[in-house]
RNA sequence: GGCGCCAUGGUGUAACUGGUUAACACGCCGCCCUCUCAAGGCGGAGAGUUCGGGUUCGAUCCCCGAUGGCGCUGCCA
């Protein structure tokens, strides 16, 4: 690693040099797609760069926040893979540095108590006259408003917001400058002593030394707000890199309209965390045109890879078709022993526990995996492999067992097996093709039939490798069952 | 309404930051393979870079304007 390079000690978006990132989530719902992405982006910066991640949760909203929440979101976290280095610290617990910090910014003549009441402040935004509060108790004189304040008076604290213009560099968007007119004094610290986000992310990101900020470019618009607080308080700017939002489909911002927008409802349908990873990496950012021609990346090359200016200016749009690619492409290349975990807490979800020995799962999900879609398909489509109890699919009967002379066929075949003397894929293969030459009917229809009497399912592997993880026992025994296939209309 | 940001096929992104037949992936279509379905192989449709001006020998890339989308506009975060 090296040293810090730049003037000033400011560390400039891709210098490598020990940065400190957070991930700040209020636990006001669980932890959704766009927060995952930005925890993701955060955590891989620390991660390329050797620097450190910290976790704190925003709960000063009492009112919405729940330990509920934050369970959920820790959850979260750990399922895509994300560890912290330090907290989780809770701004619920830190209330003294906050006002401490408002303390100071009123004895620097940086902010001003604020007698007006919200009801107040709601009649005038009604009165339609003032859309920005019009700063009247910025001109009470300071030892009147301290008076007040000793009379037991409540007073909210705001900042007093100069005039000019208030600029920063951000590490994706460039120079962004703001006109401090359009800037309201903001509020600090509420009147029951509570502060507001604006000022608990200062007095945070000051006092816990980020370097950075990688956060939603729905802040864009708080930063100047934020960026005259460092001012006031003469602390070092931290560099500011927004990441553009996720949309939906409609391109209108992700929302529970779109269906799942809390990151444990992919777990819940079986997507695997790898998968939604890369997934959500891609998704305002890229590696650049090294690597355009790859798209899997694994979580130790995208902490490789992974740099700010990497990150893309505009919004992306949520895609859950290619977030299936993804799924197929990972279960197919895990290997059984990775996968069978992973199964296994979809089983335990649905409720399914498998009659087979550990060897016998291992074979079959390695058969069955290039086929998955999504880990739901082991505990549903692919359950005759695990079970010995399983439902024929209606339409698969209808297609390739509808030859009413199928199953006498199929029992006689049988009824072969059991006479062979072994039983492998390739004798499989031989046995049913000698029968069905000697009875001169197509070895695919034999094979299409079968494959639905053994496991129910049109769609299946190949047809003798699924009987020879069947086992012969298996395959005789269900064969000779097929006239107990409940027939379709 | 005000302010800010953004704009490459349906979607995600590339394009040595002015010179390419505008590339890759997902999705879609077709063919091959084949015992089904995937996978795989091969091929195809789909953007002339939102629109209009400018600068330049030359603009996806620079400037201006328009349009559209998004964000913010709370004693929410």
Redesign the pocket.
Known sequence: MGEDREEGGRLMPDTPSFPRVRF???P?GYLHVGGARTALFNWLFARHFGGTFILRI????F???SEAMVEGILEGMRWIGLDWDEGPFF?SQRLPLYQATAQKLIDSGYAYY?????D???AR?AQGTA???DRRCRALDPPESKQRRLDGQ???V?FAVPDGSTSWN?A????????NA?L?D??L????G????????VADDIQMRLTHIIR???????TP?QVLQYRALQAELPVFA?V??I?G?????L?KRHGATSVIAYKDMGIVPEAFRN?LA?????????H????IFSSGDLIQLFTLD??????????N??????N??YI?AYASEKLLPLIETEWKAAQFTPTRSREELLAAIDLLK????SLKDFATLFRAYFRDDFEYDPA?VT??LADPELPAWLQELATRYAAAPEFTEASA?EILRVFAAEKNI???AL??G??VALTG??????????MAALGKDRVIERLSAVAKVPATG
């Open positions: 700040a989530p209020s006001t925003e709960d000063t909203d009112e919405r926040s701004q604020c007698f007006c009441t919200k107040e402040l709601e935004r859309a920005m509060y409540a007073a909210a705001r951000d994706v968007f460039g120079r962004v400058e703001f006109a359009e309201e903001f509020v610290l509420r009147s029951d509570i502060p507001t986000y604006h000022l608990s992310v939603g470019a729905d802040h864009i618009s708080n707000k927004h553009p939002l949309l489909p409609d391109k209108t911002r929302s997934f891609l998704l305002g950012w890229s590696p650049g045109s090294a355009r021609d790859r798209e990497g990150i893309s200016k505009s919004n992306a749009v949520f895609d078709d290619k977030l299936a690619w993804f197929t492409e197919r290039p086929r998955a879609r698969a297609k390739f293969e197509k070895a695919g094979i299409n079968s494959r399912q049109a769609v299946a592997p190949s047809l003798f490798a699924v």
